[in-house]
Nanobody, 123 residues
Framework: VQLQASGGGLVQAGDSLKLSCVAS????????MGWFRQSPGKQREFVTA????????YYSSSARGRFSISRDNGKNTMYLQMNSLKPEDTAAYYC?????????????????WGQGTQVTVSS
């Protein structure tokens, strides 16, 4: 699976941003996909994940209520809608996919990774 993330940028605190991740190379219906983020000097952090076949979602405590994950079956695309952004949300955001359908918050469970897209939130 090849993953291509996009949509990052520089925004102000309180703004919204929507990231996209296009999957190609194989069917995604039997995958789980997720978003992680990483700031310099910090470990990769789980944000949210979705089970492609059912649409079931799973959020980190920091993302719940502000972020929303979704997918478009026809476009093989996963989205991350981020609202009420805070400076602490500043990071490189990565999309990832795992072969087993169950979602996971552990980054080592994911087999495929896209390149990061930078999100910078100014105060």
């Amino acid at each position: 699976v090849q993953l291509q993330a996009s949509g990052g940028g520089l925004v102000q605190a309180g703004d919204s941003l929507k990231l996209s991740c296009v999957a190609s190379g194989r069917t995604v219906s039997n995958l789980a996909m997720g978003w992680f983020r990483q700031s310099p000097g910090k470990q990769r952090e789980f944000v949210t994940a979705i089970r492609w076949s059912t649409g079931n979602t799973y959020y980190s405590s920091s993302a719940r209520g502000r972020f929303s994950i979704s997918r478009d079956n026809g476009k093989n695309t996963m989205y991350l809608q981020m609202n009420s952004l805070k400076p602490e949300d500043t990071a490189a955001y990565y999309c990832a996919a795992k072969s087993m359908t169950d979602t996971s918050s552990y980054y080592r469970d994911y087999d495929y990774w896209g390149q990061g897209t930078q999100v910078t939130v100014s105060s």
